[in-house]
């Protein structure tokens, strides 16, 4: 642990962190060989793929941490969100966490649901995710049971995770008030959060590509100085990634360079 302000108790005073819904806690981290973070992934299924053909992912070993960000703007989004709700329901170390990607979608079907066709404005189709309601669309007309089960899985995502003491894991970040007065900031918060978090506990986060953040950047994940690791590598890019970081040790993972 480092120093600083303790996090977890400014997030969840001196309750137990899993007694808070869309909370995810580990007490015990002895067990774990690595502790993973895998970055916004966008709908690039070849990439995600490829990634986990690098990381050498051992699941009896290693806690693995999804950041959100399963789809829009690649085009294998439904593939990307089944991938990853297999792997959370096939192994038993596995977080899964929502990003503001998954939220926009939420939202979109509580305004309008599956079945209206014409409902082709708001921030989520602005934002990437006509593909993606194409795609769950086509599951709805194929399967609703599977349709729903999918929605549910999106629907039980969780906003963060406190991992033992020392590591803390979200989409995009919290600012410094309890966590009951931020759940939809833990999504969105840029730049309040990279510049302000001063706590002692390293924290993990997506949703703003490395690439975006600095000019000189290579790619490949950032360890700032108040210990955040910016773990969104630009998935959707040409040139982009996506990366996984073990935050015990600060060895990283990417996907290759491109894709087909």
């Excluded at 049971?145 to 039980?156: H, R, T």
């Excluded at 994940?221 to 910016?230: A, C, D, G, S, T």
Aim: proline residues 2%; negative net charge.
């Amino acid at each position: 642990m480092l120093g600083g302000y303790d996090s977890i108790e400014l997030l969840f005073g001196k309750e137990n962190p899993s007694s808070f819904d869309g909370v995810a806690f580990v007490s015990d981290i002895s067990r774990f060989r690595r502790i993973l973070a895998v970055g916004d992934i966008h709908g690039e299924y070849q990439r995600m793929r490829s990634l986990f053909d690098a990381m050498d992912y051992r699941p009896e070993e290693d806690l693995l941490v999804f950041l959100g960000d399963y789809i829009d703007r690649g085009a294998e989004s439904l593939r990307c969100l089944a991938e990853v709700k297999s792997i959370s329901e096939t192994y038993q170390n596995v977080i899964t966490l929502r990003g503001n990607h998954e939220s926009l979608l939420l939202d979109h079907f509580v305004e309008h649901g599956i079945e209206d066709i014409i409902a082709r404005e708001g921030i989520w189709l602005e934002n990437g995710g006509d593909d993606t309601l194409y795609q769950l669309r086509r599951l709805y007309e194929k399967s609703p049971a599977e349709f729903e089960s999918m929605l549910g899985f999106v629907k039980g995502l969780k906003r963060i995770a406190v991992v033992g003491r020392d590591f803390i894991f979200t989409h995009a970040g919290f600012l410094k008030k309890p966590y009951l007065k931020q759940k939809e900031e833990m999504l969105w918060v840029r730049r309040d959060f990279y510049n302000g978090y001063a706590g002692k506990q390293t924290v993990a986060v997506g949703h703003t590509p490395v690439q975006r953040l600095r000019a000189e950047s290579d790619g490949t994940p950032i360890l700032q100085k108040n210990h955040i690791w910016l773990c969104d590598t630009g998935s959707f890019r040409y040139d982009g990634h996506i990366s996984c970081v073990d935050v015990k040790t600060g060895e990283f993972w990417q996907s290759e360079d491109k894709m087909e």
